[in-house]
């Protein structure tokens, strides 16, 4: 892999990885307050983490917010991905930033996107090595 190429997946993580940081935060500090920020984090971390996959994996993608378009790109190229159950995570990109379409998930559902978040950065990260 050329340096150029692992130096762009390689900011695809660190951009995922501040969102699962701050949902982490935002767990620790008040979650009852920011549930659907949480989501939106979340559905963030996992849109760059399935992205950066597909870089990886050198495949054009539309600049979607849909987790499952994303996720049967990746399935493409491993059957791991094929299996994962993302709910309703994708409504977090971009419905959340307006008042009259927010959705608030409870903490059972908050906490499940973390989980959702935590396992596709586990699992992009198991599938891209560095020479």
């Not at 699962?20 to 008040?30: G, M, N, P, S, V």
């Not at 009852?32 to 996992?46: K, M, R, T």
């Not at 927010?102 to 996107?113: D, F, I, M, R």
Request: net charge negative; glycine share 2%; aromatic share 14%.
């Amino acid at each position: 892999m050329n340096q150029d190429k692992k130096q762009n997946i390689l900011n695809w993580f660190a951009k995922a990885d501040e969102d699962l940081y701050a949902t982490e935060i935002l767990f620790k500090h008040d979650p009852n307050f920011v549930l659907n920020v949480i989501g939106f984090h979340c559905q963030q971390s996992v849109e760059k983490y399935l992205k950066a996959f597909l870089i990886f994996k050198e495949h054009d993608f539309d600049y979607k917010h849909n987790l499952n378009y994303l996720l049967n790109l990746c399935s493409d190229f491993d059957i791991e991905f094929k299996d994962i159950e993302v709910g309703n995570l994708s409504r977090f990109a971009v419905d959340q930033r307006y008042p009259d379409e927010t959705y608030e998930p409870n903490l059972e559902e908050a906490s499940g996107y973390l989980e959702i978040a935590k396992a596709i950065k586990k699992l992009v990260r198991s599938k891209i090595l560095f020479d």
